[in-house]
């Protein structure tokens, strides 16, 4: 118990980090700097992602090398995020130049008028909903009166949970109702939250869900694929700038092409995989994941390229009945997965 507790006090200081801003990575970042480029370096591709499982492409491309080996007239950084917010104000602020994010941040921003482009996906799933062992929180129906967090208001996660609740007749102290709702939590504390009785429930990305179930003996209230959207909704896409789309065609396409590397390799290597996603956790924290929890996990998620966009449009509407929205979403223009089809169709 005490090594999974420092897990999360560790994991937590990291991401405390990168909420401040220092969010490249200290011991695991990987920068090109050599190779057989085929001509001299052209200019940087700063790429993000989250340290979460469902961020597996990510992680793989990163550790193994493959971005670095596509984007070969590009100087490659990587920086991790706690949460969708600080990603999308990364993105906003030009730190980043595309990466790994839930599609919740990234529809937010899109129809607030910011520049953001979805080129691709990298997971389904990878929601799960669960419950302090003692809170009485069994079903959605025993929510009322108790309390959830999430990784940031209005996040993927977040509209998942308060849609379902939403349709059972509850709703978030947001809205008047009788749930309370903690928001920009980071899925690190979660363990701490529950340890404490500070919250009952939580919507909460893999593997920290599922570690909560097996190491915190937390209820799985509802599985990940009951979860509204829960097989189609992309967890995480691969987004960048209407901008650097246009001015950087062939960083996008190299990074694609990469990404792909990622998900064939995930799909063919589930150990390594999992043994890739748990050494870039240790470099963050000097913690592991238990193996167990991890292939758990994994079961509960889909890694892929494959972008739903019905679904990205279904989540939106549900944002917008829950008043994160004030005008309803259309998101015509925010998906353009033309590239990465076109490698797919080679």
Same mark, same amino acid.
């Given at each position: ?118 080129? %691709? *996906? ?23 009166? %108790? ?44 363990? *701490?939250?529950?340890?404490? %009785? ?149």
């Amino acid at each position: 118990m005490n090594i999974i507790r420092n897990v999360f006090i560790a994991m937590t200081a990291v991401l405390l980090l990168v909420g401040c801003g220092e969010g490249e990575d200290q011991q695991g970042s990987q920068t090109s700097t050599e190779g057989d480029t085929g001509g001299e370096k052209t200019g940087d591709v700063t790429i993000g992602y989250f340290p979460n499982l469902d961020h597996a492409a990510a992680i793989v491309g990163k550790e193994k090398g493959y971005f670095e080996e596509e984007l070969v007239n590009y100087n490659v950084d990587f920086t991790h995020f706690p949460n969708g917010n600080d990603f999308i104000d990364a993105l906003d602020a030009g730190n980043i130049d595309l990466g790994y994010v839930g599609p919740g941040p990234a529809i937010n921003y899109f129809l607030s008028g910011g520049d953001v482009v979805v080129i %691709g *996906a990298a997971a389904n799933g990878a929601t799960l909903i669960v419950s302090r062992e003692d809170s009485g929180i069994l079903t959605l129906e025993d929510f009322d009166g %108790g309390s959830f967090c999430t990784p940031g208001n209005g996040c993927t996660h977040n509209v998942q949970l308060e849609i379902m609740l939403n349709e059972i007749g509850l709703k978030s102290n947001r809205l008047g109702g009788t749930v309370e709702h903690q928001s920009r939590v980071n899925p690190a504390s979660m363990v *701490a939250m529950f340890e404490q %009785g500070q919250i009952d429930a939580a919507a909460a990305p893999e593997p920290w869900g599922t570690l909560l179930v097996e190491e915190h003996n937390a209820n799985v209230v509802t599985e990940w694929n009951e979860v509204f959207l829960g097989k189609e909704l992309a967890s995480v896409v691969i987004v960048t700038s209407s901008d650097f789309l246009e001015s950087h065609p062939d960083a996008v396409e190299q990074a694609l092409r990469a990404h792909k590397r990622s998900v064939d390799f995930a799909h063919e290597n589930t150990s390594d995989t999992l043994n890739t996603v748990n050494d870039l956790i240790f470099n963050l924290t000097q913690s592991r994941l238990p193996e167990h929890v991890l292939e758990k996990a994994w079961e509960r998620m889909v890694v892929t390229t494959e972008t739903h966009g019905e679904a990205l449009q279904a989540w939106a509407t549900a944002s917008y009945e829950l008043q994160f929205m004030d005008v309803e979403p259309d998101l015509d223009g925010f998906v353009d997965t033309s590239i990465l089809d076109a490698i797919l169709s080679e």
